[in-house]
């Protein structure tokens, strides 16, 4: 069974940074797109930012110059480097891998738990 695994959250002061990390485990035989979505109390979950297998990046315009996504695919891993953090960056954020579990498998969207960051001001 496939599982995805978030760390890197917590509280940091406004103009901080954190890196997000995510790791995917189980029956895997290829990863697509990797992304990251976050979700404030109130509002509906957004993208933050995806990455293709191809390295290919696309950013919500709100953290455009700010957030980097990169992956590590040998280590079946998609980061998320936050810096120049503003509180409204403040949500639970979660990470999505599109996954072959099997050469004939189709793929299939996995989601990690979520972890908090709260940029205070």
């Known amino acids: 069974q496939v599982q995805l695994v978030e760390s890197g959250g917590g509280l940091v002061q406004a103009g901080g940074s954190l890196r997000l990390s995510c790791a995917a485990s189980g029956s895997i035989f290829s990863i697509n797109v990797m992304g990251w979505y976050r979700q404030a109390p109130g509002h509906h979950r957004e993208l933050v930012a995806t990455?293709?297998?191809?390295?290919?990046?696309n950013y919500a315009d709100s953290v455009k110059g700010r957030f980097t996504i990169s992956r590590d695919n040998a280590k079946k891993t998609v980061y998320l480097q936050m810096n120049s953090l503003k509180p409204e960056d403040t949500a639970v954020y979660y990470c999505?891998?599109?996954?072959?579990?099997?050469?004939?498998?189709?793929?299939?969207?996995?989601w990690g738990q979520g972890t908090q960051v709260t940029v205070s001001s």
């Open positions: 990455i293709t297998s191809g390295s290919t990046t």
């Open positions: 999505t891998m599109g996954i072959r579990e099997r050469i004939s498998s189709a793929t299939n969207n996995y």
